[in-house]
T-cell receptor, first 112, second 115 residues
């Protein structure tokens, strides 16, 4: 079991650029979550999917953020255009039903 | 407005002694609580959970206690080991349709266990 795989591990970009974060959930898991961790706000849920369908995106900060899950083994979180305040660690997690979440190792995003 | 609060940012304990990490919550609709452990440069990993119908759950060296009337839970680690040094997050769910996906996390407590 390779666990939840996120790429890239680190991303440094300039303000205004598009950023795409990627996630491969654990095979067989039917829930996928995107979280963001900052010093000020801690871990916040951005959006989650069930069977590839977005269920709750109320945590997405604004229209600059979008997430997709085209199939059961892949999801993306896109920020366009990126801003310095988007700098954070972004975690993807997956679960089977209501079992505890399994987190990936995160993507550290720095927007300069 | 933090619904899950971990008021101690850090805790230092001697190896072999008990570590007690505390967590308070404000939403009485929460019905499931979890503790996650996080090492640097890694994602949080699930440690132990408790349902609101219980007041205690034990797993090896780890015990979680829930006091619903006080809206308080705590994680006890006995005996503490240097490998337990990590950031511990308290999380709660429920009151949002029951999906565990709507986990509300505290900001974490950094535990240091000294040899």
């Amino acid at each position: 079991d390779a666990g939840v795989i996120q790429s890239p591990r680190h991303e440094v970009t300039e303000m205004g650029q598009e950023v795409t974060l990627r996630c491969k959930p654990i095979s067989g898991h039917d829930y996928l979550f995107w979280y963001r961790q900052t010093m000020m706000r801690g871990l916040e849920l951005l959006i989650y999917f069930n069977n590839n369908v977005p269920i709750d995106d109320s945590g997405m900060p604004e229209d600059r953020f979008s997430a997709k899950m085209p199939n059961a083994s892949f999801s993306t979180l896109k920020i366009q255009p990126s801003e310095p305040r988007d700098s954070a660690v972004y975690f993807c997690a997956s679960s089977l039903g209501h079992s505890p979440l399994h987190f990936g190792n995160g993507t550290r995003l720095t927007v300069t | 407005d933090q619904q899950v609060k971990q008021n101690s940012p850090s805790l230092s304990v001697q190896e072999g002694r008990i570590s007690i990490l505390n967590c308070d919550y404000t939403n009485s609709m929460f019905d499931y609580f979890l503790w996650y452990k996080k090492y640097p440069a890694e994602g949080p990993t699930f440690l132990i959970s408790i349902s609101s119908i219980k007041d205690k759950n034990e797993d090896g060296r780890f015990t979680v206690f829930l006091n619903k009337s006080a809206k308080h839970l705590s994680l006890h680690i006995v005996p503490s080991q240097p490998g337990d040094s990590a950031v511990y997050f308290c999380a709660a769910s429920g009151g949002y349709g029951g999906s565990q996906g709507n986990l509300i996390f505290g900001k974490g407590t950094k535990l240091s266990v000294k040899p």
